[in-house]
């Protein structure tokens, strides 16, 4: 047996066969899909290095989004957030700044402090995620109605905010 936390109950006990019932239904399907996205971009990414078009690292492109999510990050919010030394993140960001994705900009709230903010270069390298993703979309609003679209986007909500609190964004914003 299996035990699995459930808010409600908090715990739930599930049989061997409810537990790949469950595998079958939800856990294969969410890997499916995030593999998807990820190949999709990734495949957008290398073939632009057949056009020499890519001037991003792996580390680099990761940083760059690390950045990005985090929404106009301090270089310590960031390296606090990946878990890396200053000196780390700082020869990383430099790098950024250097090809032209990331800048620092000084903050109005704090004149001693510098955000990390991605360029209109790093937006149209990012973008290529973003089609992808209003294409899905997309045909998410011609396949379902608006009801089942409002229970998955209430799935996908709670997901965010409560069932993956290991990547809390709120906290390394700066609002």
């Not at 792996?58 to 999510?69: G, N, R, W």
């Not at 020869?91 to 620092?104: E, F, V, W």
Request: aromatic share 14%.
């Amino acid at each position: 047996m299996i035990y699995l936390y459930c808010p409600k109950s908090n715990t739930t006990t599930w049989s061997d066969r409810q537990q790949r019932e469950f595998f079958r239904m939800f856990e294969k399907p969410l890997a499916e899909v995030y593999m998807k996205f990820k190949l999709n971009f990734y495949r957008s990414v290398l073939s632009r290095f057949e056009k020499r078009e890519a001037s991003l690292t792996t580390v680099e492109t990761f940083c760059a989004e690390v950045i990005y999510a985090l929404d106009k990050p301090t270089i310590g919010q960031f390296s606090d957030f990946v878990r890396i030394s200053q000196a780390n993140a700082s020869y990383k960001i430099q790098n950024l700044i250097k090809k032209g994705y990331i800048q620092k900009v000084q903050s109005e709230r704090d004149r001693r402090e510098f955000q990390l903010v991605p360029t209109e270069k790093f937006h149209k390298y990012y973008d290529i995620n973003q089609r992808y993703l209003a294409e899905v979309s997309t045909r998410i609003r011609n396949r379902f109605s608006p009801e089942k679209i409002a229970v998955f986007a209430e799935v996908l909500d709670l997901m965010s905010e409560e069932l993956m609190p290991e990547v809390n964004l709120s906290e390394y914003k700066n609002i």
